[in-house]
């Protein structure tokens, strides 16, 4: 994320005050797949114009994928035979669907880079009663394609340009989750490329039925993150609870209207009590309020906490923290909701908070307006999570505060980001999807970002300073207990494997998958026997 998109979040954060398809592809998609594979499988080789396109094809550019060669496949059949091929002649494989990963799980060491940006297709599957996304569909296509062909969404991220296949096998969240749930909690049915101990490639098709043979590997694409167990092509959505089969009725529907507003508080002002108590109040709002089936449970903040930037002259802006908030207007008394929530937060802090008109939009503008697109998140930027079960203690908020409030050539370019998570979400037991953290309220992110001219070192350890000491009492590292849930796999930070780093006596794989990591041990045994898909961040058969 570079600084300018760091800026146009916060800014644009304040500036926000068909028919049924049958089972399979449409004439159109059809037309185009077949066009796709018409001479074979995509293959980009160096030395090929389009190979330069592809290496780029990424948002954080810390880093660069250069294998031997990109295989651009149009259909499941096509990865199964580029799978098949890497793995006869010993090339180390990766996949992408995307290009949004934390960390370079895509690029270290891979051979060969299987990039799935032609596989986009959002349909109805009839036989299976459920809508198939493909794993390179975009979230923005995604909605823009289940809403204006049957009035029906899912609940996925806020980040337009980010792909279903590592979103949703990670867990997916966004701005309705606090009202539906997870996006997995939603997972019908998922078709992996897998590789047997043979060495053969094939696809297989594992659904929510526990009656599926393959079921282990269905669960473990609810939360066990990509890359792990083989490649998604594709995704079958439908909600549990639905019955019939009446596509504008199997999955969520979104708020006609969504009403948005904003606060804002200066730095200028702002004391360490002032701080302390921003944070408590913005926690303790979201532990009060995340009873499923409230008004309170449709309202989705994201507290943005911005390092105060220099300034030349004391009456200059130094920036301020933004929370914009949006809420379901259809809801009883949105606007007093939504009110109250930011005088909940804002409840003895000095100074007060600016709160500018809140604006009304239909759902689809809402989406588009508030989402960032692959292009503007791109930059050079190091993040790091954890889930949040309770407020942030005075020390930990003290640790951000000393980080953030005073200006300097870092600091200015590191964000706290606090985002309203719970309500629906922590309805299901922690056993039954991978995503075992189900207590928390808020999720947190740590971030910093840098240009092109810097090589980062300092901004990288700026960040790894506030992260350890923020969890200090738990060897530097988001240990679940207490306030803390452990870390959001979709958030990968390869730091929190590093004893460097993680002095906790807790093993990553506990920070990210809690008590589900040995049945995600024994789901990886079976599927991936070879340990062919891997990286920092792998899911292991054995502990190592």
């Known amino acids: ?89 010993g090339r180390r494989v990766t996949v992408r669907s995307g290009g949004h990963c934390y960390e370079n799980f895509v690029g270290d060491g891979a051979q060969v880079v299987i990039d799935l940006c032609e596989m986009t297709e959002v349909y109805y599957d009839e036989r299976r009663r459920a809508f198939a996304i493909e794993a390179g569909t975009t979230l923005m296509q ?5 809403y204006f062909g049957w009035g029906v969404t899912i609940p996925g991220g806020q980040c337009g340009g980010v792909a279903a296949g590592g979103h949703i096998a990670g867990g997916g969240y966004g701005p309705l989750s606090r009202r539906d749930g997870l996006t997995i909690d939603y997972l019908e049915a998922v078709e992996v490329v ?103 449970a449709s309202l989705f903040g994201s507290l943005l906490v911005p390092g105060r930037r220099p300034t030349a002259k004391p009456e200059d802006d130094p920036g301020g923290i933004v929370l914009p908030a949006q809420i379901d207007a259809d ?26 008109a809140f604006e009304r939009v239909p759902w689809y503008q809402a989406v588009r307006t508030l989402s960032l697109g692959a292009e503007s998140e791109s930059g050079r930027y190091k993040g790091k999570s954890a889930y949040l079960r309770k407020a942030l203690t005075d020390e930990q908020a003290d640790v951000a505060y000393d980080a953030l409030s005073v200006a300097g050539e870092i600091s200015s370019s590191g964000l706290l980001w606090l985002l309203s998570y719970g309500g629906q979400v922590n309805r299901r037991r922690p ?9 928390s309220v808020l999720k947190m992110i740590h971030l910093v970002s840098w240009g092109p001219d810097q090589d980062g070192v300092a901004h990288l350890e700026w960040v790894r300073q506030l992260h350890r000491r923020t969890f200090r009492a738990t060897g530097g590292v988001p240990v679940p207990g207490g306030n803390c849930g452990g870390a959001y796999i979709n958030y990968p930070d390869s730091d929190h494997a590093d004893p460097e780093w993680n002095t906790s006596g807790v093993p990553w794989s506990t920070i990210y998958y809690g008590t589900n990591y040995a049945r995600l041990q024994r789901v990886k045994a079976r599927w991936d026997p070879r340990d062919i898909f891997r990286h920092a961040l792998a899911v292991r058969a054995k502990d190592s």
């Open 1 to 89: 994320m570079s600084e300018v998109t760091r800026r146009r979040l916060i800014g644009g954060a304040a500036a926000a005050g068909g028919a049924v398809v049958a089972a399979g592809l449409t004439p159109v998609a059809a037309a185009a797949r077949a066009k796709l594979g018409e001479f074979g499988p995509v293959v980009v080789r160096r030395g090929d114009p389009r190979y330069e396109d592809l290496a780029v094809r990424r948002t954080n550019q810390r880093f660069r994928a250069e294998p031997e060669y990109f295989h651009v496949p149009g259909s499941t059949e096509q990865v199964v035979a580029a799978v098949n091929e890497a793995v006869r002649a």
């Open 331 to 356: 809801v009883p008394d949105a606007e007093r909701v939504l009110r109250e929530h930011f005088s909940a937060v804002g409840e003895g802090v000095t100074p007060e908070a600016y709160v500018p």
């Open 431 to 439: 056993e039954e999807t991978a995503t075992a953290e189900r207590q």
């Open 142 to 146: 995604a909605y823009r394609t289940l």
């Open 194 to 296: 897998v590789v047997d101990r043979s060495g053969r490639a094939r696809a297989v098709v594992a659904s929510r039925n526990p009656a599926d043979p393959n079921h282990d590997l269905w669960w473990a694409h609810t939360g066990g993150g990509g890359g792990n167990f083989g490649i998604v092509t594709r995704y079958w959505m439908r909600d549990p609870a639905a019955r019939g089969d009446d596509p504008g009725t199997l999955l969520p529907k979104p708020p006609a209207t969504v009403l948005s507003g904003v606060a804002i508080w200066s730095w200028n002002g702002m004391t360490k009590e002032s701080f302390r108590r921003l944070l408590g109040n913005y926690a303790g709002w979201h532990e009060r309020n995340g009873v499923p089936g409230s008004p309170q």
